[in-house]
């Protein structure tokens, strides 16, 4: 954690040339890519790891929900034993048996909701009793496979720059992102707690969001409904702003929507624009970015900003803040959009 803040709060993006495999033939050559990045399934351990030990859990009495990106090859790495991982199923399975976590996992593919969807069904087990714990991971490696998709649909950036809600913003870029976070229902001195959560769908269009945000819109409500919040009282949103022309333009309609008049003094910025797109782990890696910049005080920019185009308050420039709650947001392919609620 402390070095993706420390990293988010400097500003700079890190998005350099692909070194995992060739880009020749591809629009653009950049990502940002974990150095010395192993098989997903071992990053996933380490992390997992240090979340349990940091949280001091017993790891025979806790479910795992994981958010995965399938690597190709991977069910064929000798280290995961019997396990036939043939399936999302099968290498949560693996993965849970290997760090020690009990029963039976669940996996979850759905693109960029995967990781936050993962975390609203942890904490409404543990809302509802189900679970006293429940450790949530995710994560996400840039593969040519995922790099070749997105250059054909020519959603990656062609100037090599993240622009989210920028006049000038011409796409997304990849990143790699891995994380890990155990929720619990009691805990004396948790580092957060998620008071809110919302998912809708909106059914407009395979890959387009509602132009008029309606979808998210509806997330952002009912999760400020469950936390008991009025739009006035959030203090920063983390949005999902993955610099696409029709994602900005429909989540600043959400936001305007959900947050009504309020939405004029919110502060908003997506963090994309420094660590990439990291589709499967989206929302569990910027929550741990939202909840860093919390603890921390201090706002991550909204960096490639050109000149406006959604009207919000954008984070332009390094800003103190004394917010207790913040939103995070994340939205899929197909209509699906979640909204997490954070208090520190």
């Not at 008991?228 to 959030?234: R, S, T």
């Not at 782990?281 to 706002?299: D, F, K």
Request: glycine share 12%; proline share 6%; with cysteine.
């Amino acid at each position: 954690m402390t070095a993706l803040a420390d990293g988010v709060f400097a500003g700079v993006p890190a998005f350099a040339p692909v070194t995992r495999f060739g880009v020749d033939k591809y629009r653009i050559g950049v990502a940002a890519q974990l150095p010395g990045a192993g098989p997903l399934l071992d990053e996933l351990v380490a992390v997992i790891d240090d979340a349990c030990a940091e949280a001091g859990v017993d790891r025979a009495g806790t479910p795992l929900l994981v958010g995965l990106h399938r690597e190709p090859g991977l069910a064929r790495l000798p280290r995961w034993g019997r396990q036939p991982a043939d399936s999302s199923a099968g290498l949560a399975a693996a993965l849970a048996e290997t760090c020690g976590l009990a029963g039976a996992p669940r996996a979850y593919t759905t693109a960029c909701v995967s990781a936050s969807t993962a975390l609203i069904d942890a904490a409404a087990m543990l809302r509802t009793g189900r679970a006293d714990r429940v450790v949530v991971a995710a994560g996400s490696l840039v593969t040519e496979d995922d790099f070749a998709m997105f250059d054909a649909g020519r959603a990656l950036a062609a100037d090599g720059v993240v622009r989210p809600f920028s006049a000038g913003r011409k796409g997304l870029l990849l990143g790699d992102g891995v994380a890990a976070v155990v929720l619990e229902a009691d805990h004396e001195s948790p580092l957060a707690t998620l008071v809110g959560w919302g998912r809708a769908g909106d059914g407009y269009h395979v890959c387009q969001p509602h132009p008029d945000g309606t979808g998210m819109a509806r997330a952002i409500t009912t999760a400020l409904h469950r936390a008991g919040l009025a739009p006035a009282e959030v203090g920063y949103v983390n949005a999902h702003g993955t610099g696409t022309p029709h994602n900005d333009a429909a989540e600043a309609a959400a936001l305007h929507r959900a947050l009504g008049p309020d939405v004029a003094r919110i502060p908003v910025s997506s963090t994309k624009a420094l660590h990439g797109h990291v589709l499967e782990a989206s929302g569990l890696l910027e929550l741990a970015v939202t909840v860093a910049a919390l603890r921390a005080g201090r706002l991550p920019v909204n960096t490639g900003h050109l000149g406006p185009d959604c009207d919000l308050d954008l984070v332009l420039t390094p800003r103190a803040t004394d917010a207790r709650y913040a939103l995070s947001l994340n939205a899929a392919f197909g209509g699906a959009n979640t909204a997490l609620v954070v208090r520190v």
